[in-house]
Antibody, heavy 120, light 108 residues
Framework: EVKLQQSGDELVRPGASVKMSCKAS????????MHWVKQSPGQGLEWIGT????????SYNQKFKGKATLTADKSSNTAYMELSRLTSEDSAVYYC?????????????WGQGVMVTVSS | EIVLTQSPTTIAASPGEKVTITCRAS?????MYWYQQKSGASPKLWIY???KLASGVPNRFSGSGSGTSYSLTINTMETEDAATYYC???????????FGGGTKLELK
């Protein structure tokens, strides 16, 4: 069974950073890209960026360059996203989602989401 | 950057009704993807490559379109179809995924 298990919800202070994880199971981690998607309260979906664990390559939505840093650990089948210099605008649910590498086919499995609340 | 505009923003339909949601792209795209999201849940891939149903999606759903205009159609609305639907497209240069603003489908 394919599963993307994300880390727990976070309450963080303005100006701080937060690092969340997405542990993949049930498939070959390096056969897929991992995307990260933001959903602000009551709002739509925003693509943050992608990491291809096989070649350790990232691409980012211009809007999130400098805000998000994507990494992956092939030994533990886990992808990570760190968000820096947090403000209230970063309060949102963050999802990881996978996409098969061999063809563009959409994000077929999603994690359960991490709710990040930025508050003093 | 390609912008996706969905219409309507909200729609209410009765069981048995036909429903069509439209997604217009600011420039031509090759394929469209659709996701269903219910309140408090993660999005689910619903339609990929414009017209292919994801695993487990009922065949009352269909997708079509080309160029700058795409649509998701529900042939006969059922109560379980009430959700928000998002379209999505991919651009290769630079590699970028973009979502539409979403269409909330409510039960009338």
């Amino acid at each position: 069974e394919v599963k993307l298990q994300q880390s727990g919800d976070e309450l963080v202070r303005p100006g701080a950073s937060v690092k969340m994880s997405c542990k993949a199971s049930g498939y070959t981690f390096t056969d897929y890209a991992m995307h990260w998607v933001k959903q602000s309260p009551g709002q739509g979906l925003e693509w943050i960026g992608t990491i291809i664990p096989l070649i350790d390559t990232t691409s980012y939505n211009q809007k999130f360059k400098g805000k998000a840093t994507l990494t992956a650990d092939k030994s533990s089948n886990t992808a990570y996203m760190e968000l820096s210099r947090l403000t209230s605008e970063d309060s949102a649910v963050y999802y990881c989602a996978r996409e098969v590498l061999i063809t563009t086919s959409g994000f077929d499995y999603w994690g359960q989401g991490v709710m990040v609340t930025v508050s003093s | 950057e390609i912008v996706l505009t969905q219409s309507p923003t909200t729609i209410a339909a009765s069981p048995g009704e036909k429903v069509t949601i439209t997604c217009r792209a600011s420039s031509s795209v090759s394929y469209m993807y659709w996701y269903q999201q219910k309140s408090g849940a993660s999005p689910k891939l619903w339609i990929y490559d414009t017209s292919k149903l994801a695993s487990g999606v009922p065949n009352r759903f269909s997708g079509s379109g080309s160029g700058t205009s795409y649509s998701l159609t529900i042939n006969t609305m059922e109560t379980e179809d009430a959700a928000t639907y998002y379209c999505q497209q991919w651009s290769s240069t630079p590699p970028t995924w973009t979502f539409g603003g979403g269409t909330k489908l409510e039960l009338k």
